[in-house]
């Protein structure tokens, strides 16, 4: 079966440690995404890549880095830069060209930093 | 400043038909799609308007109307299993980002 993968579905950290969260993705999709939510609130785009080698920022880039190295795999790393980094973590994917541009996501990654 | 609004929450009765409205303000626009999200789990796609009208999919329709910038996600024969909140999202670039509202909270009451 097709489908986005993020593991794992809870993860705990100390303040100050780097973590990265990994989203793979068998749908043969060009572009990934990654968003972040907090409670009670919509979806804000961190990073986004359209094509492999190649990533741009999104809204709330600040304390996050990516990487794109493979087609399948967008992993994100949450720096100790991030002020406030406990959130809910989902990565999508999508096809290019496609007019409603229409994302699937993975499970999500829950991240509590202590 | 680029913004999508929605009710925060909205009730109705097993059976019932609901209206979830969305507002948009975009410095570009291209479109508006609807997404399900159940609670602690992955948003799922429901529905894309380019253009003004009403989408019909089943027991959802949304409707789009740009020069109001408006749109809606009407869903009906309301089912428990539609408890969810519900993202209106909208295209905003050629990069076909999108930007999503803070999304309304639908709890189906038997």
């Known amino acids: 079966d097709g489908g986005i993968t993020q593991s794992p579905k809870y993860l705990f950290r100390k303040e100050g440690q780097n973590v990265t969260l990994s989203c793979e993705q068998n749908?043969?999709?060009?572009?990934m995404y990654w968003y972040r939510q907090d409670p009670g609130q919509g979806l804000r785009l961190i990073y986004y890549?359209?094509?492999?080698?190649?990533?741009q920022k999104g809204d709330i880039a600040e304390g996050y880095s990516v990487s794109r190295e493979k087609k399948e795999s967008f992993p994100l790393t949450v720096t100790s830069a991030q002020k406030n980094p406990t959130a809910f973590y989902l990565c999508?994917?999508?096809?290019?060209?496609?007019?409603?541009?229409?994302?699937?996501f993975g499970p999500g990654t829950r991240l509590t930093v202590l | 400043g680029q913004s999508l609004e929605q009710p925060s929450e909205v009730t109705a009765v097993e059976g019932a038909i609901v209206q979830i409205n969305c507002t948009y303000q975009?410095?570009?626009?291209?479109?508006l799609s609807w997404y399900q999200q159940h609670d602690g789990g992955a948003p799922t796609f429901l529905s894309y308007?380019?253009?003004?009208g009403l989408e019909e999919t089943g027991r959802f329709s949304s409707f789009l109307s740009r020069s109001d910038s408006y749109g809606y996600l009407l869903l009906q024969e309301l089912q428990m299993k539609d408890s969810a909140s519900y993202f209106c999202?909208?295209?905003?670039?050629?990069?076909?980002?999108?930007?999503f509202g803070s999304g309304t909270r639908l709890l189906v009451r038997p």
């Open positions: 749908l043969n999709h060009d572009a």
């Open positions: 890549s359209q094509i492999v080698n190649d990533f």
């Open positions: 308007n380019a253009l003004d």
């Open positions: 999508a994917s999508s096809r290019t060209g496609v007019e409603s541009n229409e994302q699937f």
């Open positions: 999202a909208a295209i905003r670039d050629s990069s076909y980002k999108l930007i």
């Open positions: 975009t410095s570009g626009f291209y479109g």
